[in-house]
């Protein structure tokens, strides 16, 4: 028998911190949070689980590229501020703050674009710092089709985030 509450208590930093640094919203990494740990309870009973780690960190990836991509089609369904719209006050702290802000919500509608694997791989290689090596065993991928992967997940995030194309596109 499973002792849950060993398991969420050893694993609950790693899955939140995980879930954050994608989605960055707290209610939404909340939400990722209780998801990933039900989708672990699933996998539980169906099979015997080697690495708790690895499991709950690969379930908050997928359900943060989850709610990243239901947060673009839903932001698609609302209009965005006019263009040149900025903060008031000249002090540059708030302005880099919002270029920053502005750049990770640019970068987590990129993500949410790309094909799952290639995310969950962009995800793990830079946001949770995994080696590809790592990466592959948690995956069960060769090393070489991670570094494929990884390849086109930053060619297309480059596409995606560079205001020429994207002025093209509107």
């Not at 050893?10 to 990722?32: F, N």
């Not at 674009?113 to 830079?126: H, N």
């Not at 570094?147 to 930053?154: D, F, T």
């Amino acid at each position: 028998m499973t002792d849950w509450q060993s398991i969420v208590q050893e694993h609950r930093h790693l899955v939140w911190q995980t879930a954050y640094r994608i989605v960055g919203h707290e209610a939404d990494a909340a939400d990722c949070f209780q998801e990933a740990f039900l989708s672990a309870l699933e996998v539980a009973r169906r099979e015997p689980v080697r690495n708790w780690a690895a499991l709950l960190r690969r379930l908050a990836t997928m359900r943060a590229l989850d709610r990243l991509r239901q947060r673009r089609r839903q932001a698609a369904h609302f209009e965005t501020l006019p263009d040149g719209m900025t903060p008031p006050g000249t002090d540059p702290e708030p302005i880099q703050y919002a270029l920053a802000e502005e750049l990770s919500d640019r970068l987590r509608t990129a993500l949410a674009q790309l094909p799952s694997q290639q995310a969950e791989v962009f995800c793990l290689r830079f946001l949770e710092e995994m080696s590809y090596r790592q990466i592959a065993q948690h995956l069960s991928l060769q090393t070489s089709v991670i570094g494929v992967l990884l390849h086109r997940a930053r060619s297309r995030l480059r596409e995606l985030l560079d205001p020429a194309t994207a002025a093209k596109e509107n």
